[in-house]
């Protein structure tokens, strides 16, 4: 299947479409990263340690192991959030349009011009679409799709330059 006309894709980059894909972001890159499994053994320490402070009596390693779990599971994302959500507010795109063109040779925003070729991978999260490309991330609620149809043809697009992955 090949794109007869571009698809035209639009939606207002405010707060709530960022708070969105920063959790859709944040959980499929940890889930697909190294990182996941370091965290792991890193909570399996520290539970040892938990058990270990138990059973010896060790408040000291009991609060320090309390303490590392609270961060792998809570305190991390909040820090990483809160710098994301810097970002937003010091951005120049806040509240504004955001406009892609996706055509045969390229995926266009304003004077952007993404070929395909240089595309990381377009990944689908529930209805929305996360589009990669080096450092920059787009996401691309549902909503900016006119219909089903053009959502369905960029993923069908995507799948045939092999740059559709699954979450």
Do not use: C
């Amino acid at each position: 299947m090949s794109i007869s006309k571009p698809i035209k894709i639009s939606y207002k980059w405010d707060r709530e479409n960022f708070e969105k894909a920063f959790l859709k972001s944040y959980t499929h890159q940890f889930k697909n990263s190294a990182r996941r499994y370091i965290g792991w053994f890193f909570v399996a320490l520290a539970q040892f340690g938990v058990v270990a402070a138990l059973k010896g009596g060790s408040i000291g390693l009991l609060l320090l192991s309390s303490i590392l779990i609270l961060y792998w599971y809570i305190i991390k994302k909040w820090l990483v959030h809160r710098r994301a959500v810097k970002a937003f507010e010091n951005s120049p795109l806040k509240d504004n349009l955001i406009t892609l063109e996706i055509g045969q040779d390229s995926i266009k925003q304003e004077n952007t011009d993404i070929s395909w070729q240089d595309l990381q991978g377009l990944v689908p999260v529930e209805d929305d679409i996360l589009l990669y490309h080096k450092e920059r991330a787009f996401y691309i609620p549902a909503t900016a799709f006119s219909s089903d149809e053009e959502r369905s043809a960029l993923k069908t697009y995507a799948k045939e330059r092999g740059k559709l992955f699954h979450v």
